[in-house]
T-cell receptor, first 113, second 112 residues
């Protein structure tokens, strides 16, 4: 099965600075890499995803990069704001036809005003 | 918007009780999942279902079973609750994970 490792487990950045969270995966057949954000007391929500046919995807202040050779992908948040404080999870699905996602252990991001 | 509804937000049960956690989705999704969330361990898959009456074990199925008699409803069953099953339980559904999961609000279960 798929194995997903996520680092760091906690991250504190000054408001306005950038934050980067990294994940590695084990199954080279994985072809879809989503990121979820979970605010305190709320459900995880999909914020961005990337498929294996592209190397980078941006949506306003967030971006995800993928390196298939090295089997890692990263979430980048620029110009961080207090509302970015949350736990972020990466995930990967494993071989095509296997519809389950394996999640990383999460990164607690704290934005310092 | 897809809605995934979990029947209880908080539950307190006694050791040895049989516990049912219910999840209902309203968008005709084929795939439904049960995860448990624990600090430092992330989201771990208990069971999933890709069709009515179909189920597959996830990474931590021991002590749990599931039921999917109708497409919109996926139930997680703790046959005999134990204290180490105290956790947050999250249900999710999707047409395909390659288009993202929609999660329910979660059920925080405490077994005493």
């Amino acid at each position: 099965g798929e194995n997903v490792e996520q680092h760091p487990s906690t991250l504190s950045v000054q408001e306005g600075d950038s934050a980067v969270i990294k994940c590695t995966y084990s199954d080279s057949a994985s072809n879809y890499f989503p990121w979820y954000k979970q605010e305190l007391g709320k459900r995880p929500q999909l914020i961005i995803d990337i498929r294996s046919n592209v190397g980078e995807k941006k949506d306003q202040r967030i971006a995800v990069t993928l390196n298939k050779t090295a089997k890692h992908f990263s979430l980048h948040i620029t110009e961080t704001q207090p509302e970015d404080s949350a736990v972020y999870f990466c995930a990967a699905p494993g071989p095509f036809g296997n519809e389950k996602l394996t999640f990383g252990t999460g990164t607690r991001l704290t934005i310092i005003p | 918007d897809v809605k995934v509804t979990q029947s209880s937000r908080y539950l307190v049960k006694r050791t040895g009780e049989k516990v049912f956690l219910e999840c209902v989705q309203d968008m005709d999704h084929e795939n439904m999942f049960w995860y448990r969330q624990d600090p430092g361990l992330g989201l771990r898959l208990i069971y999933f279902s890709y069709d009515v009456k179909m189920k597959e074990k996830g990474d931590i199925p021991e002590g749990y079973s599931v039921s999917r008699e109708k497409k919109e409803r996926f139930s997680l069953i703790l046959e005999s609750a134990s204290t180490n099953q105290t956790s947050m339980y999250l249900c999710a559904s999707t047409r395909t994970p390659r288009y993202g999961y929609t999660f329910g609000s979660g059920t925080r279960l405490t077994v005493v």
